[in-house]
C-alpha cells in the first residue's frame, strides 16, 4: 500500500501557495552534523521564492546562506475527528493541513532591500486593514537593521499533505470540514484562556 495515500496529497501548487499566504509563519530546518537546527519565522512567497528575517544572534542564520539546502513546514488548521461526526461507522482520526517544501537559502546582504523587505512584509502581515504602517524613517527600525538579516529561499520541491477525510462519503466529508472550523475556533479560545488565566 503507498504510504501516504495519495488522496492525502495535494499537488495544486495554488492550494500551497494559499496554505503559505494564510499560514506565513514557516518552520525552518537546517541541519548541522547531523543535528537539525528549527527556527519559527514568518516568510512571504514572493515569485516562486520565500523571503524571510532572521535576528544575527539565532545560530540557524550561519546556514540561512550560500545555497545551503533548507527544509521548510507550514501549518493550516488542524483538528482530532471523532467519529461521532460522522453518519456512518468510522474509527477516530486527526485531520490537518501541511505544506512540506525544500530549497536553497541565499543571504541578502544589502541594507536597503533589507529595510524595504520589512516594511513590505509589514504591509502584508496588516492587511486588509492596515492599522499600522512601517515608515521608512521609524528610528527604532534603523536602530535595528544591524541585527537583522534578510534571506531568500528557492524553492525546489513542493509536498501538500491535506489529511481531510477525502476518503470518506460526501456527507462525512462535509462533517470533517465543519468540524476542523468549529474545533479551531473553540480550541484556541479555551487554551488562550488557560493560557492567560
Known amino acids: 500500500m503507498k504510504y501516504p495515500p495519495p488522496h492525502h496529497q495535494d499537488d495544486q501548487r495554488e492550494h500551497l501557495i494559499e496554505v503559505i499566504k494564510n499560514y506565513p509563519l514557516g518552520t525552518l530546518?537546517?541541519?548541522?552534523?547531523?543535528?537539525?537546527?528549527?527556527?519559527?519565522?514568518?516568510?512571504?512567497?514572493d515569485n516562486g521564492k520565500l523571503i524571510g528575517h532572521i535576528d544575527i544572534f539565532?545560530?540557524?542564520?550561519?546556514?540561512?546562506?550560500?545555497?545551503q539546502p533548507i527544509t521548510v513546514l507550514f501549518s493550516g488548521p488542524q483538528c482530532y475527528i471523532s467519529p461521532s461526526i460522522y453518519t456512518t461507522t468510522q474509527l477516530p482520526t486527526w485531520n490537518y493541513i501541511?505544506?512540506?517544501?525544500?530549497?536553497?537559502?541565499?543571504a541578502i546582504d544589502q541594507k536597503p532591500a533589507l529595510k524595504q523587505s520589512l516594511i513590505s512584509m509589514t504591509e502584508y502581515l496588516e492587511a486588509p486593514e492596515h492599522k499600522y504602517v512601517l515608515e521608512p524613517d521609524n528610528p527604532r527600525l534603523e536602530r535595528n537593521l544591524d541585527y537583522i538579516k534578510m534571506f531568500e529561499i528557492t524553492i525546489t520541491e513542493w509536498e501538500g499533505k491535506?489529511?481531510?477525510?477525502?476518503?470518506?462519503?460526501?456527507?462525512?466529508?462535509?462533517?470533517?470540514?465543519?468540524?476542523?472550523?468549529?474545533?479551531n475556533q473553540e480550541s484556541i479560545s479555551s487554551f488562550l484562556d488557560m493560557i492567560f488565566e
Do not use: Y
Not at 29 to 45: A, E, K, R, T
Not at 58 to 67: E, W
Not at 98 to 106: F, I, N, P, R
Open 58 to 67: 539565532n545560530p540557524q542564520m550561519a546556514f540561512l546562506k550560500n545555497d
Open 162 to 183: 491535506f489529511k481531510l477525510s477525502q476518503d470518506k462519503k460526501p456527507r462525512d466529508i462535509a462533517a470533517a470540514r465543519l468540524e476542523l472550523v468549529r474545533a
Open 98 to 106: 501541511k505544506v512540506h517544501l525544500k530549497g536553497t537559502v541565499k
Open 29 to 45: 530546518i537546517s541541519i548541522d552534523n547531523n543535528q537539525p537546527l528549527i527556527s519559527h519565522l514568518p516568510l512571504i512567497f
